[in-house]
């Protein structure tokens, strides 16, 4: 049995008995280097498969529709570890990513706003962010999903953009409030890639909308994107994916430093 063949089969058990958990990838101000939030990434050990990377679940969580749970699941591990840091003093802001699928119905808005008026958080803290390629798919029933989210105070981010750059235009009417800069773009300094990465940026402070990079590894990297302006970044320079406890440590030694 290949291994596409036991992710098939192992995947919905797995998501029905929540067993995927959330890890923390810390976002950091590029200007002063405080961790300010944290992007929430979904992760799978099985007994039989061991640790299966994301490239090989989510695509088959997708396929099979089982991407509104797992999905649900992640904003909900992600929000409450946000308020057991904001228990703990760490007001941090959490991103979640979010499937196109996930927008074609009103779960995912009713999960949030059922979020916002069970507890003490303020839905400014959470970070909903759709891939630019899944985006266009049905760009008129995302644009109005994607309005009543922000309409609670949630705030929607395009991510790994950069590799539908000739889109650009398309998020005009979209209610976006942060842009992720793809990995491949801070990694790319040809005079091609430096010329793109420059186009978004002024795009992007011409509309006054913050900008953050990603796959930040070396400080080449963060010099390049603090020189364009980019408000946030996330990557290995900074740190690898983490435990919410272990976070939590991180936020310690980081608010002392």
């Known amino acids: 049995m290949t291994t596409e063949t036991l992710i098939d089969t192992l995947l919905p058990t797995a998501v029905a008995d929540g067993v995927l958990g959330a890890v923390f ?94 507890g003490p958080g303020d839905a400014q803290r959470l970070t909903l962010e759709i891939t630019e390629t899944q985006l266009f798919g049905d760009i008129e029933t995302a644009s109005a999903r994607l309005r009543d989210l922000a309409a609670m105070g949630a705030h929607v981010s395009i991510d790994d953009f950069g590799v539908g750059y000739s889109s650009l235009e398309r998020i005009e009417d979209l209610p976006v409030s942060e842009i992720k800069i793809d990995m491949s773009m801070v990694h790319d300094f040809s005079p091609g890639g430096e010329e793109a990465l420059r186009a978004i940026a002024d795009y992007a402070h011409a509309r006054d909308i913050e900008l953050v990079a990603e796959g930040v590894e070396t400080p080449e990297h963060l010099a390049r994107i603090r020189e364009i302006g980019c408000h946030r970044a996330q990557g290995y320079l900074f740190a690898r994916p983490m435990s919410e406890d272990a976070f939590l440590e991180v936020l310690e030694e980081n608010a002392a430093a």
């Not at 039989?48 to 649900?72: C, K, Q, Y």
């Not at 992640?74 to 699928?101: I, K």
Request: proline share 5%; charged share 15%; no cysteine.
């Open 25 to 118: 990838q810390p976002l950091v101000d590029v200007s002063t280097g405080r961790i300010v939030g944290a992007e929430a990434l979904a992760r799978w050990t099985d007994p039989v498969l061991g640790e299966v990377p994301p490239h090989e679940f989510i695509p088959v969580a997708e396929r099979t529709g089982l991407i509104e749970d797992l999905g649900l699941q992640m904003l909900r591990s992600a929000w409450q570890a946000t308020e057991r840091w904001g228990a703990a003093g760490h007001a941090v802001g959490v991103s979640v990513n979010v499937s196109a699928l996930q927008l074609a119905t009103h779960l995912l808005d009713d999960a949030v706003a059922g979020m916002v008026a069970g």
